[in-house]
């Protein structure tokens, strides 16, 4: 026994060893980049695609796309005072040239194969465990992320925009690592470093409670859990409450349908309030929605997650009937009812979400003139994820059976997954006003439909672009019509849970319920308690809001 626990904690410091390398890597990386953007006058909007890319031109110059704001109006004033600043003028004409270009249609299969083989490879018995390896996964991903970089390099023939810099860059390999850069420092970074952050914070808080699953408890720890996933993000909420929720069910027969509510609210439709919610509101983030502007989603927030305790609640109640008295005996204990261990990871979990909400490069830190430099923000993040790791011990984690599997999951997939989106984010740049998206309700079920079966978060990416390119209507956000971006925002984070693959938790929630000896249901049966419920939740939300 003493040798058993030796090894776990050997495990341990190995596991804490590997991750501070890892984040020491990336901090450097951070350092060396922030240095090479910072020799130069770094342009207010450098870290954003947001701001790299503004708005299309109309007219004959509707093929063109701006990069930002400030920057489209420098050009065209160059272009126009040809005597005074004849250098200028031809850097733009040459610039906005290279931005008319359109990638070629097939440029976005890899982007297309990469999310089919998400969606897919999973449901077959013949792959499905070869999927399980995130060293599988990464090959995908980097092999269909290395064919686009390939097309760039030898069959695309122009120069890229580089949203960093703001610079353009040469046809060829230089073009092909500029779309790598793109992907990886101004989008990839950011992301997962959130990620990262909240999975291994939350990872060390660990939740123990004497209750039993009575209709009313269940109810509480789902609604509580959809109040904490805007503010810890879905992935944090769902490792902070699924094992006290599969606790209090122990010895419930029906547990199944708890589960599959836990995941619709806590997974997903809890997420929407902030953008360390979910992915998809964090890729808005990065690309210039106000930190705050999701609060604005609060109503439609309550009213789904309100329909779906309600509907929980009934369905619990009329479970119950067919439970034994045994099931909800408590048995004595001189434990205190709850516990909470690793707390002062809360503390660093503050921290993280001040660093997000407060330190975005492109903007003023809140009621002073700093700028906060590239990956300032990131590095801080990282720092408070090791002091989590230093500060909360092995015992706490072993509580909460943390491993890093699931982050690294989506670190492996989703570093193809930038790479590959850079064409079809291109392309839908200059011709997403040609899709016929043109109201909030064909941006909702559009973007839910497409978030359903695959991943949610470059789903989101594809619609943003898209908004970005339709007719001003109402106030805009990032350059999105306010009431198309709150659509698209409604319609990735509520409808991710339509299906397993909808979002990154809920495979992670089914796989902990399975190994708690819970029979979960199949793909398609997964689908039947999601149709039923869901989808007259999700016809009313749009009757109501949009």
């Given amino acids: 026994m003493e040798q058993s626990h030796n090894t776990l904690e050997s495990q341990q410091k190995q596991k804490k060893t590997g991750v501070l390398a890892v984040l020491t890597m990336v901090l450097a990386t951070g350092l060396w980049v922030g240095y090479e953007v910072s020799v130069g006058d770094q342009p207010e909007h450098a870290v954003t695609e947001s701001h790299a890319i503004e708005e299309a031109h109309h007219t004959e110059h509707s093929a063109e796309v701006g990069t930002s704001e400030d920057h489209h109006t420098k050009s065209a004033h160059d272009q126009n005072d040809h005597a005074e600043h004849d250098d200028h003028a031809s850097n733009s004409a040459e610039h906005s040239a290279g931005l008319a270009h359109v990638p070629a249609w097939y440029s976005v299969l890899p982007f297309v194969a990469l999310l089919l083989c998400i969606a897919i490879l999973p449901l077959f018995h013949k792959t499905e465990h070869w999927w399980e390896k995130n060293s599988n996964r990464f090959l995908v991903a980097a092999g269909l992320g290395v064919i686009t970089l390939l097309y760039y390099a030898f069959v695309d023939g122009h120069g890229v925009h580089d949203h960093i810099s703001h610079g353009h860059s040469e046809p060829g390999v230089p073009a092909a690592m500029t779309v790598l850069k793109n992907a ?49 993000g879905t992935t944090g909420a769902a490792m902070l409450l699924i094992r006290p929720l599969l606790t209090a069910n122990a010895k419930r027969e029906y547990v199944a349908h708890t589960v599959i509510f836990f995941i619709f609210a806590v997974c997903n439709t809890g997420g929407c309030l902030l953008p360390i919610g979910d992915p998809p509101l964090f890729l808005g983030y990065l690309r210039g929605v106000d930190f705050f502007w999701t609060l604005k989603l609060w109503p439609m927030w309550l009213f789904a997650n309100l329909m779906i305790l309600a509907v929980y609640f009934f369905w619990d109640t009329m479970f119950v009937r067919k439970e034994s008295a045994e099931s909800f005996v408590i048995e004595s204990s001189d434990a205190p009812a709850l516990q909470v261990f690793g707390s002062l990871n809360l503390l660093w979990l503050i921290c993280v979400v001040i660093c997000v909400a407060t330190l975005d490069p492109s903007k003023p830190f809140p009621g002073t003139s700093f700028k906060a430099p590239m990956y300032f923000r990131e590095m801080l993040m990282l720092l408070f994820t090791a002091a989590s790791l230093m500060t909360t011990t092995s015992e706490v984690r072993r509580k909460n059976s943390f491993n890093y599997d699931a982050i690294i999951e989506v670190a492996a997939l989703f570093s193809g997954i930038f790479i590959c989106m850079q064409p079809p984010v291109q392309i839908l740049n200059v011709y997403g006003k040609t899709l016929g998206f043109d109201s909030p309700m064909k941006f909702f079920w559009g973007t839910g439909t497409l978030s359903s079966f695959l991943d949610n978060a470059p789903t989101y990416v594809v619609f943003f672009e898209t908004a970005k390119t339709m007719e001003p209507v109402g106030n805009t956000v990032a350059g999105v019509s306010e009431i198309f971006l709150i659509a698209i925002s409604l319609g990735a984070v509520f409808m991710g849970a339509m299906t397993y693959i909808g979002n990154g938790p809920n495979f992670m929630v089914k796989a902990i319920a399975e190994k708690n000896n819970i029979r979960m249901p199949s793909f398609f049966g997964y689908m039947f308690y999601s149709v039923a419920v869901l989808v007259p939740i999700f016809l009313l939300t749009t009757l109501i809001f949009l």
């Fill in 184 to 232: 990886l420092m101004a989008e990839y970074i950011p992301f997962i470093t959130l990620l990262f952050s909240l999975y291994v914070i939350t990872g060390g808080i660990a939740i123990e409670a004497r209750i039993v699953g009575k209709p009313y408890v269940n109810t509480g720890l789902i609604g509580l859990g959809a109040l904490l996933a805007s503010f810890v």
